[in-house]
């Protein structure tokens, strides 16, 4: 996801003469035939973070759609003051690729984590939210990115993650797409970002093998979110369980039910599945921290049966 | 340091058009019955060279694509910059009477999009210089011949990002920016000597990779002469520290960190402010 990404940006630079790329302090060779072919249009500028997010602004005002990449957490919060003001106040096309996004970076320990980062960049004002399910999805989303006016925040995963996307779903900035339609009346609803659909597809098989009816929801764009796909599916369902790689602080699971809660009927019963709000304090690999944190299939599964046995007692 | 002492600009008399353009300054402070003083009265000088002399704009059309841009970074000065918006056409002066109103377009610090002729919103500190360098590397992919100025306070470049900046001004020898700063020596605390020391203030600029330069930010005519040869290098950016004085042209103010910002003016402080500009604009 991250290469196809960055690839990404050089596929549209020779298309959009508006484009730039930004890094900070990447690998070496990154994006070198972009380099050499338009080497005012690739910038690597060190560890200036703050300096980095300015500039793309400076350049967003000029015409030009820079594309920053640096690691997720450090592309947040170390310039978040320069993301709330040079770009949403300014509401400019600027586009932050977060290497990392998650527990990706487990083996580096909790200050390379981005486990909040989705909710203090929904808390912004103008800002778009991505968290994109695989490589796939993400020329898709690069190819929308070129007609959306305002900045967005390109979450990506580790890398080799499955693909579950399919280019017959179509894909639009702020539209969730279905991943799995209900095969029954009253389904349990899973709704997920990023990477964690992947597993709540495969959490939705191993439902299905205890004859629990569920239905999958994608929701690759936090913010703005598609209301009217969530309401749909929400209205019918027997629960609503959210499931991202994110503190459950803020996130895709707090965007629902600030949604849910707005209604005019009382939603239904709904759990927010995510990373517990502590600072991570074991390494090992990101598979690792899903499982600590109750994400992989198998756990999700159970913890669906576990709450939908609660319900029926209550 | 005797050097630059005398270059501060003390003794600098002001003439009838610095005296005006403060009298618009202190429409603002009344319309608003808060403001920026000290800071805005050192900007006087700076920016009426900078929009008298030096920039290419027009004010019928703000957004023309071939301006040069100026920033002002220490946004909380702003009713300077009204003050020559104002004078230049791009603002009626009437929303100087305004100021910080709820129905008004200036506000405590400027905006973009509200404010024809602003270039960025400002006002938490440390945002122009970044925003300033990408601006002139869009000029430069542009193959414009726009330059790029950008006015910072002193207390404003203690923040780290102004640094993060300088060295990419520097690294990319951008000689279509100039970074001003307005060096008064007084911060919202106090002295900058002693809250956050920034001397040698030069010697740091020239170390960025900027052709640096001192001159008494009141004196109209250096300050004209030096803009006039910009670059000072045609493979550097420039830093022009401008030796200033808190307050300029209010006697009751001048350098007296108190009147970094005033609000609630009594009416024989307003007297005393219309005495010291020659009256009300």
Same mark, same amino acid.
């Given at each position: 996801m991250r290469k196809t990404c960055v690839d990404?940006?050089?596929?549209? =630079?020779?298309?959009?003469?508006?484009?730039?790329?930004?890094?900070?302090?990447l690998s070496p060779g990154l994006l070198r035939e972009m380099k050499t072919a338009m080497p005012d249009r690739h910038y690597m500028e060190g560890v200036t973070e703050q300096n980095v997010i300015g500039m793309a =602004?400076?350049?967003?005002?000029?015409?030009?759609?820079?594309f920053v990449n640096t690691i997720a957490t450090f592309i947040t919060r170390r310039c978040y003051e320069q993301v709330a003001l040079d770009l949403c106040l300014h509401d400019l096309p600027v586009r932050l690729i977060a290497n990392g996004g998650g527990v990706v970076y487990a083996p580096l320990g909790p200050t390379h984590l981005a486990v909040e980062d989705m909710a203090i960049m929904r808390a912004l004002p103008n800002m778009t939210v991505t968290a994109v399910a695989d490589a796939d999805e993400m020329i898709r989303l690069m190819e929308a990115s070129t007609a959306w006016p305002h900045p967005i925040y390109i979450r990506l995963g580790k890398g080799g993650d499955p693909i579950v996307s399919r280019a017959e779903n179509g894909f639009a900035i702020g539209k969730g797409i279905v991943m799995r339609e209900r095969n029954g009346r009253e389904p349990v609803l899973l709704i997920s970002c990023g990477v964690m659909t992947s597993r709540a597809l495969k959490a939705a098989d191993l439902l299905a093998e205890k004859g629990i009816v569920s239905e999958v929801i994608h929701i690759h764009t936090v913010k703005p979110l598609d209301d009217k796909l969530i309401l749909e599916h929400a209205r019918g369902a027997r629960c609503v369980f959210t499931i991202e790689e994110h503190t459950v602080i803020g996130g895709l699971g707090s965007a629902v039910v600030d949604l849910l809660v707005e209604q005019p009927v009382a939603p239904p019963p709904m759990r927010k599945l995510g990373l517990p709000d502590r600072f991570q304090r074991n390494y090992g690999s990101q598979d690792d921290l899903l499982e600590i944190a109750g994400l992989q299939p198998h756990q999700i599964a159970a913890h669906v049966e576990q709450e939908l046995f609660k319900l029926r007692v209550a | 340091m005797s050097k630059i002492l005398g270059m501060v600009g003390a003794t600098t008399v002001l003439d009838e058009r610095s005296r005006y353009l403060r009298s618009l300054v202190v429409r603002g402070l009344v319309g608003g019955n808060r403001g920026h003083v000290g800071s805005s009265m050192s900007l006087i000088e700076i920016l009426r060279v900078l929009y008298d002399h030096v920039l290419q704009y027009d004010a019928a059309s703000p957004d023309w694509p071939a301006r040069d841009r100026c920033i002002l970074s220490k946004g909380h000065g702003c009713l300077a910059l009204y003050a020559l918006l104002a004078d230049k056409g791009f603002i009626k002066a009437e929303e100087l009477d305004k100021f910080c109103h709820v129905d008004g377009i200036l506000g405590g610090h400027p905006e973009r999009g509200k404010v024809p002729?602003?270039?960025?919103?400002?006002?938490?500190?440390?945002h122009g210089l970044s925003i300033g360098v990408g601006m002139a590397l869009a000029a430069r992919m542009q193959k414009r011949d726009s330059r790029v100025f950008v006015v910072m306070g002193d207390g404003e470049i203690n923040e780290g990002s102004v640094w993060e900046a300088a060295l990419c001004a520097g690294k990319h020898k951008l000689s279509n920016l100039t970074a001003v700063v307005d060096y008064n020596k007084i911060q919202s605390a106090g002295l900058t000597s002693e809250i956050q020391n920034l001397e040698p203030l030069l010697d740091k600029w020239t170390s960025f990779g900027f052709q640096s330069v001192d001159v008494n930010g009141h004196d109209v005519a250096a300050l004209t002469e030096l803009f006039d040869r910009l670059p000072l290098n045609g493979d550097k950016p420039t830093a022009i520290i401008c030796h200033t004085i808190k307050g300029k042209g209010i006697a009751f103010a001048e350098g007296d960190p108190k009147w970094h910002h005033q609000s609630n003016f009594k009416p024989q402080v307003l007297d005393d402010l219309y005495a010291s500009v020659g009256g009300r604009a």
């Open positions: 990404m940006v050089y596929t549209l =630079a020779q298309k959009d003469e508006r484009v730039v790329f930004i890094g900070s302090d =602004a400076g350049m967003a005002m000029d015409g030009y759609t820079p | 002729g602003v270039e960025a919103s400002t006002g938490a500190l440390g």
